[in-house]
């Protein structure tokens, strides 16, 4: 009987991905991010190691939310001081200053609360217009509004 292989950190190898995030649902969206940047679509996953993929997420500000989230939704987070408790819709923050954040919020959410997670975190990069600094790279288009709509007609 043979035991499983682990891979080293060494040993991964990682794609650079582009999603355009134009009119799609944002947990639907995050949740695939989240799932590349695991690791957890390779046949090699290791849950110790950081073996997902870089996603570059561009058109952050046109992403969707459903039901009444633009104006109920709400994100808070404190400062550290006393009565700093601070908190904005996301509704607010989808048309403000910074629309990736409401993205980048979803997917760290979906992704492990340790070192492991913070650095899966840091292959996330997005943008809130249609264009990158990450040509160099050689990115590969990621349609993942082809394969959302194909696992909600899975069952029918």
Known sequence: ????????TE???REWLVVDATDMPLGRLSSEIAHRLRGKHRPDFTPH????DNVIVINAEKV??????MVTQEFFWHTGFPGGIKSV???AELKGKYPERVVQRA???MLPKTKLGTSMLTKLHVYAGDTHKH???KPVIW??????TKKNHKGN
Do not use: F
């Open 107 to 109: 997917v760290k959410r």
């Open 143 to 148: 349609d993942v509004k082809n394969l959302i």
């Open 1 to 8: 009987m043979r035991l499983t292989d682990s891979i080293k």
């Open 64 to 69: 969707r939310l459903t039901g009444r989230k």
């Open 89 to 91: 819709l996301a509704g």
């Open 11 to 13: 040993g991964v190898k």
């Open 135 to 137: 040509e160099s790279q």
């Open 49 to 52: 190691v950081d073996c997902g």
